[in-house]
């Protein structure tokens, strides 16, 4: 089956810093979600992005389908950013209902 | 709008003991469904996907089953719960291939 790999694994930031996560994906896809897995173990959606780019504040994705590869931005960090990132994939031409995910980025913003 | 919700919250079983968690979508129809684990540590194992009622697809050979007695009703079970079920337990909804997933707010379930 498809594989989602992200990196880093872990990171830690001073608050203030800017990042960059990094989702990585075996197969075609024909969905790609970005979650943010709070503290309390909710996942909250960040982005569907497929493929282009979206922004949402201070936070923006970018996903090059060709490339197998998407891109999380997260400027200007803020404590309130800590939590786990996870990216999400569905296989173009697999079981298509199957939503696969990554290994996910500990966050860590520190004051 | 459409909502999810799942329940209980938080659950602590003994070893042996059956389980039942229930997962219900509002405000759409034939919704994929899904229920997924969290195990300690980050990663989000699929346990079971269904496309509609009666169709459940399984992912990992495991202690645990999944029905869809209604369209939007998804509920996971076991017959005798394992150390090793402790873990976080998440449904999601999604519409189809090309749409988004919603997540409901999870289970943390120990067997103790």
Same mark, same amino acid.
């Given at each position: 089956g498809?594989?989602v790999?992200q990196?880093?694994?872990?990171?830690?930031?001073?608050?203030?810093?800017?990042?960059?996560?990094?989702?990585?994906?075996?197969?075609?896809?024909?969905?790609?979600?970005?979650?943010?897995?709070?503290p309390?173990g909710?996942?909250i959606?960040?982005?569907?992005?497929?493929?282009?780019?979206?922004q949402?504040?201070?936070?923006?994705a970018?996903?090059v389908?060709?490339?197998?590869?998407s891109?999380?931005?997260?400027s200007s960090?803020q404590?309130?950013d800590?939590?786990?990132?996870?990216?999400?994939?569905?296989?173009?031409?697999?079981?298509?209902n199957?939503?696969i995910?990554?290994?996910?980025?500990?966050?860590?913003?520190?004051p | 709008?459409?909502?999810i919700?799942?329940?209980?919250a938080?659950?602590?079983?003994p070893?042996g003991?059956?389980?039942?968690?229930?997962?219900?979508?509002?405000?759409?129809s034939?919704?994929?469904?899904?229920w997924?684990r969290?195990?300690?540590?980050r990663? %989000?194992?699929l346990?079971?996907?269904?496309?509609?009622?009666?169709?459940i697809?399984?992912e990992?050979?495991?202690?645990l089953s999944?029905?869809?007695?209604?369209?939007?009703?998804?509920?996971?079970?076991?017959?005798?719960?394992?150390?090793?079920?402790?873990?976080?337990? %998440?449904?999601?909804?999604?519409?189809?291939?090309?749409?988004?997933?919603f997540?409901?707010?999870g289970?943390? %379930?120990?067997v103790v």
């Open positions: 498809i594989q790999e990196s880093p694994p872990d990171l830690i930031l001073q608050e203030g810093a800017n990042s960059t996560l990094r989702c990585n994906f075996s197969d075609s896809v024909n969905n790609l979600q970005w979650f943010h897995q709070n309390w909710q996942l959606n960040l982005f569907y992005i497929p493929s282009g780019t979206k949402n504040g201070r936070l923006s970018t996903t389908a060709t490339e197998r590869y891109l999380l931005y997260i960090s404590t309130t800590s939590g786990v990132y996870f990216c999400a994939v569905k296989n173009y031409g697999g079981a298509t199957k939503l995910f990554g290994t996910g980025t500990l966050l860590a913003v520190q | 709008s459409q909502t919700h799942q329940w209980p938080t659950l602590v079983q070893v003991s059956p389980l039942s968690l229930e997962c219900t979508v509002e405000g759409t034939n919704p994929n469904l899904y997924y969290q195990a300690a540590g990663g %989000l194992q346990l079971f996907y269904s496309v509609g009622i009666g169709q697809s399984s990992v050979p495991q202690n999944a029905s869809r007695p209604q369209d939007r009703q998804f509920i996971l079970s076991s017959k005798k719960l394992l150390l090793s079920d402790s873990g976080f337990y %998440l449904c999601a909804w999604t519409l189809g291939v090309n749409t988004e997933a997540f409901g707010q289970t943390r %379930l120990t």
